[in-house]
């Protein structure tokens, strides 16, 4: 069955000159088709980077948005439009503007994982990639308003020992991971490098021997001589853990860390997406200009993790 549903999704790739961009979380038949599988900040780079006219985003709605805002002259399809993130709305530019009109001064530091209407009234935008060096590329005078992951945010702040304003929104996948199930699994495997990612709560992260990115997890256990892991974010990474690395073992933190918007993506939704032209993600051209200016700060800082 999935045989046939590559091959129509080969087919139609060459018809409408599609890319396939994958993230990390997706489900690994997804990934498996995939063009680029990557962290937010590969997979913003490659959209801006492509010369396909189409772009499957094989992620949720922020990441098609951002790849539109970054490639206005491409279509972008998101294979489920149901695909959201929790955290992104956990922010409204209402929100935003009375925060914003309380701190005038803060600069305003936007996770990517949130919409473009938030980007567009943000100073520069980060991933979990580059979310330190981000914020160290504010002059030390000036207040950080972080926005919308107070999760990331203070993985930020203690790295920096910097004191960040904290939006109070959070991953509900990576939140329901506790200090408890990090603790339980060290317990089973005391020998294994715990890898988290800072989505997660810091008290959960203490555990934590390496902090990264999706991509920086997956870089750092390839490159880390140890033969097993604990890892500490959304099952979808254990796909390319596994295959990339099959002399290494990779255990769960934690039980309960599916995403299910990731979960969203399917092989007959790439296919029905591209067949149809279907759930086209737009961003007004008015939001798409003013989200540029910070989504290109943060393609050009670089990495940390
Ligand atoms: P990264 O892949 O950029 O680390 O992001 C994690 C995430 O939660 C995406 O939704
Ligand atoms: Fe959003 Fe968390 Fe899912 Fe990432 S893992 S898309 S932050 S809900």
Redesign the pocket.
Known sequence: MSEKLIARINELKKQRNAVILV???APGEVQDVGDFVG???GLSRTAAGTDADVIVFCG?HFMAETAAILAPEKTVLLPDANAG?PMANMVTPRQLAEMKAKNPDAVVVTYV?SSAAIKAMSDICC???NAVEVVRSVPEDKPVLFVPDRNLGSYVSSVLQRELILWNGF?PTHERMLPEHVYAAKQAHPDAPVVM?P?CRPATLAYADKVA???GILRFCKENPAKEFIIGT?NGIFHRLCKENPEKTFYHASDVADCPNMKLNSLEKIVWCLEDMASVVTVSPEIAAKALSPITKMLETVIDG
């Open positions: 993230h990390n979380y962290d937010s900040l949720v993130c994982n991933t979990s990639a991953c990612h989505e990115s999706t991509t959304e």
